[in-house]
């Protein structure tokens, strides 16, 4: 977002052209700047302050706008997590103090940069002050004892000089732990991060101008220094102590030494000249030198170019034996080997597994070459990338037999299976292999008397055919079609044979009825719908229940109604019958038509709307139930009614005023002319009693 | 200065009327504070720059309760002018 959006948006908004909405703006921002450099501070409501600190501007927004930015941390407050005590609290704030102080420190110290450069690496923030402040005292306590430092020890020389300020410092137990941590710290990165390589790093780099305070420091540091004399063979000689300290030193002597005093050169170890010799014999180039010594820039050749010149001739007569003296031992070792070898007879026998192994080699590339033809046009098919020749016939057949035993579960005698046929050349691919399978099997098929099929078969024709639902079906619509047989009815064991009626009597009775039954068309429908099992107890249900049904419609008739009985019992007559006419008694048809009166509008009148019956009704009601309404009976007389609520306001609001309760009104009156009266008469007494 | 005196001056330099000058300016304002809350950022040319910076949670020793204390994180509204004032 920036001006430009803020011009279009407002001279789209109020409809003024873009060089106004822009001179507006510009106006605006313009009389802000001078109210704020005439010194005042400016309050722009619902968005915030400019206010003016030292000659220059902060901006304090609103709350509402405070809010809406801080919309995501809104709600969050101050968690106290610790109170301290006294002690505590003193100890915190000392160390608070301190570390401020020493972080000022630090920052004049990068100013600087060429003291602090070197004390940032080795002391830790917090010390700084103390080393600066204590390095004289140091300084001169070591002048006077003479100590001597050699130029390697140099370099630990702040690190000491460091110790020594931690160890003034290990008194106050507050800083103990600090410390501590500090010095592990340190250390861990010593090891770890190659802490002597950051400072060769930086010795590296060109050394700036120094003060003259720095300077005396230096010559402190320098004045024990001498320049390491090279010896040949890599051997540096040991620097003799100097007795007395030098007191002046050249900058370029001081350069030399600042860089000189701080590579690290390796003393090699002298046990033995023989040792030395060796050593130099075995690395007798010395190319690998300089590349440790291009750190120093001019000091760094150290390693002189003329070293062999240097050997005397003892040294040289001494390494010659030594070398022929090795070759020789050598010589011996390989003979004696070879020798070992030749009686074992171990390398003729390793000629020999060489040839056979080749010429095995030989023998399976060829076969391979035999088996897979690589052409052009076999390349291009997809399907055959890789053909393999046709097998031998014998394969063939094994292959098939084992084929045939996993696909068909029967196990197939070798003597069944046929001779396969004469295999085709013209077969490419998986595909052609495939059907060249699948025709092999069918002719084994054909001859083979065990077959998939004929083993299925044989299971079928053991287990016997359950009839389907559609056998059953055909079987059901076949008994219907049957005509129906002659039914001999069985007795039940329950209607006992009587001496007047025997068994055969009985047999008879049922056979008529039967029949007589049999006869009836709708029994015949209702025979072919039923079972054979359930036909005769159905028939009796159905006739009973026929016989219940008209019972019960003569006994709700009543015996009154005068009902012509139905000369036909069969069921197809009632139904045919047509229907009748309903009898109802005098005394019900009065009530039904008393029920039933037709509520017809006067004649002239327009016919009312649901509403307007409504209220009559419910005025009607009013008017019946209290009698004495009068206002209802009025209103409804004059035709206000209107609704019911309006029935049932006026009704409640003549009950307060009283004009709904006539009798009430009446009581008043009677029992006013009473007490009228009654005063009357007191005041008749009274009169004539003074009187 | 308040907005009142602000819209005063701002409306005598031009030819726009009070009343609309007050509306322009208000809304002015407002498109400012929504780029801020919206876009994190609203940049005037000549005037200063107003940005949305992330203050993290940190933990502050209170003197007065003599406590250690736990301060939320918070997004502030900073403003960078881009103006130098003469020096009185």
């Known amino acids: 977002m920036s001006r430009l959006i803020l011009i279009k948006k407002i001279s789209e908004e109020f409809s003024i052209s873009e060089s106004a909405a822009s001179d507006y703006i510009k106006s605006i921002f313009d009389t802000i700047l001078e109210t704020l450099s005439s010194g005042k501070n400016i309050n722009i409501a619902d968005f915030g302050k400019f206010i003016l600190k030292n000659n220059k501007v902060s901006f304090s927004p609103s709350r509402r706008f405070s809010e809406a930015v801080n919309y995501n941390f809104a709600g969050l407050e101050t968690i106290k997590i610790r109170s301290y005590g006294e002690k505590e609290f003193q100890e915190k704030l000392n160390f608070l103090k301190r570390r401020q102080e020493s972080l000022e420190v630090e920052l004049v110290g990068v100013e600087k940069e060429d003291i602090t450069r070197y004390m940032k690496i080795a002391t830790p923030p917090v010390i700084q002050e103390s080393i600066e402040t204590e390095k004289k005292e140091e300084f001169e306590d070591l002048i006077p004892h003479e100590d001597i430092l050699t130029p390697p020890e140099q370099v630990t020389g702040e690190m000491e000089n460091v110790k020594i300020s931690l160890e003034d410092l290990e008194s106050d137990d507050n800083f103990n732990n600090d410390i501590e941590d500090f010095a592990s710290v340190a250390i861990d990165k010593f090891l770890n991060d190659n802490f002597g390589e950051q400072i060769k790093k930086e010795i590296i780099t060109p050394p700036l101008p120094l003060e003259p305070e720095i300077k005396q420091e230096s010559v402190l540091f320098i004045k024990d220094f001498k320049k390491p004399e090279i010896i040949p063979g890599g051997a540096i000689e040991e620097i003799p102590a100097i007795e007395q300290p030098v007191e002046k030193i050249l900058p370029d002597e001081q350069k030399t ?81 070879v020798e070992d070898k030749i009686i074992s007879g171990d390398i003729g026998a390793g000629q020999d597994d060489l040839a056979k192994m080749i010429a095995e080699r030989e023998k399976m590339i060829v076969d391979i070459e035999k088996t897979f033809t690589f052409t052009a046009e076999t390349f291009k098919n997809k399907d055959a990338d890789v053909i393999p020749k046709p097998p031998e016939p014998e394969d063939k057949i094994k292959d098939e037999a084992a084929e045939k035993t996993q696909d068909t579960i029967i196990d197939v005698p070798k003597e069944i299976i046929p001779e396969p046929p004469v295999k085709d050349i013209t077969i490419k691919g998986f595909e052609d292999i495939l059907k060249e399978r699948e025709k092999i099997l069918k002719e084994i098929e054909k001859s083979s008397p065990f077959t998939a099929d004929a083993f299925m078969k044989k299971d079928e024709d053991k287990t016997p055919k359950l009839p389907g639902p559609e056998e059953k079906l055909e079987k059901k619509a076949e008994e219907i079609k049957k005509p129906p047989q002659d039914i001999t009815p069985v007795i039940p064991q329950h209607e006992a044979v009587t001496p007047e009626k025997s068994y055969d009597d009985i047999l008879e009775e049922r056979k008529k009825e039967t029949e007589r039954k049999l006869d009836n068309p709708q029994f015949q429908v209702f025979n072919s719908l039923t079972d054979e099992a359930n036909k005769q107890g159905d028939i009796d249900d159905f006739i009973t229940g026929l016989d219940k049904m008209r019972e019960n419609l003569k006994n709700r008739e009543g015996s009154t109604i005068e009902e012509p009985i139905p000369e036909t019992t069969s069921l197809t007559e009632e139904i045919q019958a047509p229907p009748k006419e309903r009898v109802i008694p005098s005394a019900v048809k009065d009530l039904h038509f008393e029920i039933e009166k037709p509520v017809e509008p006067p004649i002239g009148e327009k016919i009312k709307s649901f509403n307007d019956v409504f209220i009559e009704d419910n005025a009607m009601i009013f008017y019946n139930t209290k009698g004495n309404n009068t206002a209802s009976e009025e209103m409804f007389r004059n035709g206000n009614l209107k609704s019911y609520d309006d029935v049932f306001f006026r009704f409640e609001a003549d009950k307060k005023s009283g004009k709904t309760d006539k009798t009430k009104g009446t009581d008043k009156k009677i029992i006013g002319l009473i007490w009228f009266v009654i005063i009357a008469a007191i005041i008749t007494i009274l009169v004539l009693i003074f009187s | 200065m308040n907005t009142k005196n602000l819209i005063k001056k701002s409306v005598a330099k031009n030819s726009i009327q009070r009343g609309k000058g007050a509306l322009i300016f208000n809304r002015v304002f407002e498109i400012i504070h929504q780029g801020v809350t919206e876009d994190n950022g609203f940049y005037v040319e000549n005037f200063g720059k107003f940005e949305v910076e992330h203050r993290e949670m940190k933990t502050e020793i209170d003197f007065k309760s003599k406590s250690e204390i736990l301060i939320p994180p918070k997004d502030k509204v900073k403003f960078t002018p881009l103006f130098l004032l003469k020096k009185k």
């Open chain 1, 257 to 337: 030494i600042d860089t000189a005093g701080e590579t690290e050169i390796v003393e090699p170890e002298k046990e033995s000249l023989a040792q030395d010799l060796t050593v130099f014999l075995k690395q007798p180039e010395p190319a690998e030198i300089p590349e440790q010594t291009e750190i120093v820039p001019e000091q760094t050749e150290i390693v002189p170019e003329h070293i062999p010149e240097t050997i005397p001739e003892s040294i040289k007569e001494t390494t010659k034996e030594i070398e022929e003296k090795i070759e020789e031992k050598i010589e011996e070792k390989v003979k004696e080997k």
